[in-house]
């Protein structure tokens, strides 16, 4: 396995706080019994009599149990990408990052080529694959809360079609998950203001619709579905696919 980071980026991940050091040599502890080699990039316990290279190293320091473990953990804290076999079957096609009103990144829906989706969460400055605890807002959330006119917003089944529109100059937003996802939770955010639901060309689309349509009417959300577009779609046919039919932006 190449590792393309090295073990100085390590260190300083951990926040460890070397007892001495050189251009060539960092030494930890009070008698620096823990020696890092910057130039080999590798390490060496006198205490406990044990050392070896990088992937080791964050053994050692409590963060994997075995060498997967541990490279998987530099891939999380972006210190070396992914494995081959991931980037082969499962490069990303696209990313669409989740952030709160203040514009601060919460999670991301990430799309691979082979069609499959991942919900990524920003802990401490990195993305996992853990979105438990995170809170749920819609899609582009930032720009909706600095936009205080009274425009009609549009809410798409998923984010590309939402980028489209904003693209178009048009507000708009999405759920994380696709159709059948929307929370009553997000509801709060779009109090007072006028909504078109802009259903795909399917059943769970249109079942979609008319469930957010149905859930707006609880909350006193002036709501209502678009379908005009729908008659010159195919099957699972998008707003996307309809902008590209009519081969013009809005």
């Known amino acids: 396995m190449a590792i393309n980071c090295n073990i100085k980026q390590i260190v300083e991940l951990l926040q460890l706080e070397p007892s001495s050091s ?8 009070s008698k620096g019994s823990l020696c890092v080699n910057l130039k080999q990039n590798t390490w060496f316990d006198f205490e406990k009599q044990a050392g070896g290279g990088m992937l080791d190293f964050v053994i050692h320091q409590g963060m994997a149990s075995d060498q997967p473990q541990a490279a998987k953990w530099l891939e999380e804290h972006q210190l070396i ?27 991301q829906a990430v799309k691979y080529t082979d069609g499959s989706w991942k919900q990524m969460g920003w802990h401490d ?15 582009r959330l930032d720009e909706l809360n600095d936009d205080a006119s009274d425009r009609l917003m549009f809410i798409f089944e998923g984010e590309k079609d939402v980028d489209r529109a ?17 929370k009553p939770e997000l509801n709060q955010f779009l109090l007072g203001r006028k909504v078109c639901i802009v259903p795909d060309n399917d059943t769970p689309g249109l079942e979609h619709a008319q469930k957010l349509l149905d859930g707006f009417a609880k909350d006193d959300i ?3 579905i678009m379908t005009s577009h729908l008659s010159t779609l195919k099957d699972k046919g998008d707003f996307s696919d309809w902008m590209d039919l009519n081969q013009s932006d809005i």
């Open 222 to 224: 002036d709501a209502f």
């Open 22 to 29: 050189s251009q060539d040599e960092l030494r930890f502890g």
């Open 125 to 139: 400055g990195i993305w996992k694959p853990n979105v438990k605890g995170v809170q749920n807002v819609p899609y």
């Open 81 to 107: 990408a992914p494995t081959v076999s991931v980037t082969k079957s499962k490069a990303i096609l696209r990313a669409h990052v989740y952030r709160d009103q203040a514009g601060t990144p919460l999670k």
């Open 166 to 182: 904003v693209s178009n100059g048009l507000l708009a937003t999405c759920n994380a998950g696709g159709a059948g996802n929307w």
